[in-house]
């Protein structure tokens, strides 16, 4: 069961997801947030996650069966019924729902819901089957995080929490390109319109190293919005930076599926990093 769930669920994307929740966290309070503050968020922000990953899994399951990638995913392969996938992911995102409500508070609810419904109806049924740009404005759903954070600490949303979403924004297409350049082939197969199989794969790095120019910018510019950020974050900012933007550079001369498969993970450690050392210096 427990490994039937985490197929559906997706944990290891769930998981930055998480990590850009806890800068808005400690970034909207003065103080530090409680232990239960952060243990409530976090686990109501996992659930509706988790929800939005089986929901777009039941919407996705005729064509997951014919990629190679997602063809062992448990719907296709008859490990739950698409009707029993559909039930568990509305109650999971429901049960969410009452819970940020209840112990959080009804902005932090709406700010979760809101990342599902456009991953669900923007992204998975609307962008991702007709346009190269399907990421481009779909990838809006997993920007929510900082915005979830910011209000379940201030009951708002300001400026800062609003910066660190345009962050993840500008982030979203370079990371996910770099793993539709290495899964060109299945995307192809499968009939989904991402830009490598649309445009190509020169269009596509050179995209990949303009969002990576623009990403790097916003984090930089993030010193200037925030006065708790200091020399720790600026320096930090600068050398991560530097390093994407060579990992870039490096993926739009070369064009090579597996330094674009490298240049995704990194992309993920990059924004955990620029998350981290938000909350550390957020507190010095």
């Not at 427990?2 to 990590?19: D, E, I, S, Y």
């Not at 197969?189 to 794969?201: E, L, N, R």
């Not at 200091?230 to 530097?242: K, P, Q």
């Not at 998350?275 to 957020?282: E, L, P, Q, R």
């Amino acid at each position: 069961m427990f490994r039937l769930w985490n197929q559906l669920t997706k944990p290891r994307v769930t998981v930055l997801v998480l990590a850009t929740v806890l800068p808005g966290m400690y970034l909207g309070t003065t103080g530090y947030p409680s232990f239960s503050a952060i243990l409530i968020t976090l686990f109501g922000t996992y659930l509706m996650s988790s929800a939005s990953f089986i929901l777009n899994q039941y919407i996705e399951r005729e064509r997951d069966a014919i990629m190679y990638r997602t063809k062992q995913r448990p719907i296709p392969a008859g490990e739950i019924s698409p009707t029993n996938a559909l039930l568990l992911g509305i109650f999971v995102a429901v049960f969410a729902f009452v819970i940020l409500t209840y112990f959080v508070n009804l902005l932090t609810a709406v700010c979760a819901l809101s990342a599902l419904l456009l991953y669900v109806f923007l992204y998975t049924i609307w962008l991702k089957p007709r346009t190269e740009q399907n990421i481009v404005i779909g990838g809006i759903s997993g920007c929510i995080g900082p915005l979830i954070g910011y209000a379940a600490m201030a009951n708002a949303l300001p400026i800062q929490a609003w910066i660190m979403f345009l962050m993840i924004f500008l982030w979203t297409p370079a990371h996910f390109w770099a793993l539709a350049i290495f899964l060109k082939d299945d995307y192809e197969f499968a009939g989904i319109p991402m830009m490598p199989v649309v445009s190509g794969i020169q269009k596509t790095v050179n995209q990949i190293f303009i969002y990576a120019i623009a990403y790097s910018v916003s984090v930089i510019g993030f010193y200037f919005v925030d006065d708790r950020m200091g020399y720790l974050f600026l320096l930090s900012a600068i050398v991560l930076t530097i390093l994407i933007l060579t990992f870039a550079f490096r993926l739009k001369q070369s064009m090579d599926k597996v330094l674009a498969k490298r240049f995704f993970f990194f992309s993920i450690l990059h924004l955990f990093l620029v998350s981290i050392v938000i909350v550390i210096d957020s507190k010095i």
